[in-house]
């Protein structure tokens, strides 16, 4: 049955893509499943949950109001809070017992002054990202001596993020030996601190980056960090995400479509409207150069995304389509890696867009199966 904008997630797929990179990690190295932006997009909770099953042990998110809503879901086990957090935020994040990241002698000051005890502590070094962290591996060493004696803080980790993991092997590799030789200093103090810094990029291209656990988000989607072609790392993609052909109707030359009326036609030609638009997350700026599949041909949009349809050219002969056909905007036929370089843009970005609006339906390979709720 169709539905305007339908979102099916393969569980099955993250277990599996979960486990694949599990199996490819070095010896020693643990998995952790990024469901930061509501799973990129493809529910936090489900997606923890089967991350879970696919073998991750640990599971991150980037905010502390994440955290708590997968705690409050029940998920179990270590999380990590990889992003900033502030001090109304804090309470969120020890609330649901997860680890956090510090580099700033303020914040670690905040913590001991937070009323709460065994808060266990990440510091971030940046090693070239320019964001959180911070660059002087001295001032960040002696930040991780104070966690390591303070009565109410547990130096826990030590930990990165990799700016070209997608485009710089040589770059990235100097950036990880410089990490490693700041992790040796915080083991000295925490024998048991993990040392992280690989993304899906670097797990899937740099062994070396491996350390004690990699924090992997696009690739556990089945996605490709390198935007290309997921298959090629043995990855699955999860989700589908689909429309239907709610109105079809022939345009003559002269006639135009949409807001603005920037497209008009100069032959005959047909129009499909589905009832997807940026409202569901398929971005305005996305004009007229994506391709949606229509009866298994993919077929340009035509004129501006609007919030709640985008129109599409189905050329002069309509044979092939119906009202009421699907439409498939990710899926067999057209990768989000492929509509994402089409429209200027990520994979990343294509399923983190989509908004509460979009209907989530989860299966395993096909067979119904519990969602984000349950
Ligand atoms: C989002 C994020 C990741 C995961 O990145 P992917 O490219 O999706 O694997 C890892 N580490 C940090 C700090 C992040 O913010």
């Known amino acids: 049955m169709a539905l305007r904008a339908l979102a099916r997630i393969n569980l099955a797929a993250i277990e599996r893509n979960c486990a694949r990179l599990r199996a490819g990690l070095r010896e020693g190295s643990a998995l952790c499943a990024v469901v930061k932006a509501n799973g990129y997009g493809h529910g936090?909770?489900?997606?923890?949950?089967?991350?879970?099953?696919?073998?991750?042990?640990?599971?991150?998110?980037?905010?502390?109001?994440?955290?708590?809503?997968?705690?409050?879901?029940?998920?179990?086990?270590?999380?990590?809070?990889?992003?900033?957090?502030?001090?109304?935020?804090?309470?969120l994040a020890l609330d649901a017992d997860a680890d956090i990241v510090a580099w700033s002698p303020l914040f670690v000051a905040a913590l001991r002054a937070s009323?709460?005890?065994?808060?266990?502590?990440?510091?971030?070094?940046?090693?070239?990202?320019?964001?959180?962290?911070?660059?002087?591996?001295?001032?960040?060493?002696?930040?991780?001596?104070q966690v390591a004696g303070a009565p109410e803080l547990e130096l826990a980790g030590a930990t990165t993020h990799l700016p070209c993991a997608d485009a710089d092997r040589d770059g990235t590799r100097a950036q990880v030996a410089?990490?490693?030789?700041?992790?040796?200093?915080?083991?000295?103090?925490?024998p048991h601190a993990l040392l992280h810094a690989a993304n899906s990029a670097a797990t899937l291209s740099l062994p070396d980056s491996h350390l004690d656990l990699v924090r992997c988000g696009i690739a556990i989607y089945g996605l490709d960090p390198f935007g290309i072609d997921a298959a090629?790392?043995?990855l699955e993609p999860a989700l589908e995400?689909?429309?239907?052909?709610?109105?079809?109707?022939?345009?003559?030359?002269?006639?135009?479509?949409?807001?603005?009326?920037?497209?008009?036609?100069?032959?005959?030609?047909w129009i499909a409207t589905l009832p997807i638009g940026y409202g569901d997350g398929f971005h305005r700026a996305w004009e007229k150069r994506g391709t949606v599949v229509i009866g298994g041909q993919p077929r340009p949009l035509a004129g501006r995304v609007s919030m709640d349809n985008i129109t599409v050219d189905v050329g002069p002969d309509p044979s092939g389509v119906r009202e009421g056909d699907p439409a498939v905007l990710v899926g067999p036929g057209q990768s989000a890696e492929r509509l994402a370089s089409q429209v200027g843009t990520i994979d990343y970005e294509i399923t983190t867009a989509l908004t509460d609006r979009v209907t989530r339906e989860y299966h395993r390979d096909g067979e119904p199966a519990a969602g984000a709720g349950s």
């Open 178 to 190: 410089r990490f490693t030789a700041f992790g040796e200093r915080v083991r000295a103090l925490a």
């Open 232 to 234: 090629a790392h043995g």
């Open 241 to 269: 995400l689909s429309s239907y052909v709610a109105a079809l109707k022939p345009l003559a030359p002269g006639e135009s479509v949409g807001y603005g009326s920037t497209f008009t036609a100069t032959e005959p030609t």
């Open 115 to 145: 009323g709460r005890s065994g808060i266990r502590v990440h510091v971030k070094l940046d090693v070239g990202m320019g964001r959180l962290g911070t660059r002087d591996a001295g001032a960040l060493a002696r930040l991780a001596e």
């Open 44 to 91: 936090a909770v489900a997606a923890a949950r089967a991350a879970q099953g696919g073998g991750a042990d640990w599971i991150a998110v980037a905010a502390a109001g994440e955290a708590a809503e997968l705690r409050a879901a029940g998920i179990a086990g270590p999380l990590l809070v990889m992003g900033a957090i502030s001090a109304a935020e804090l309470p």
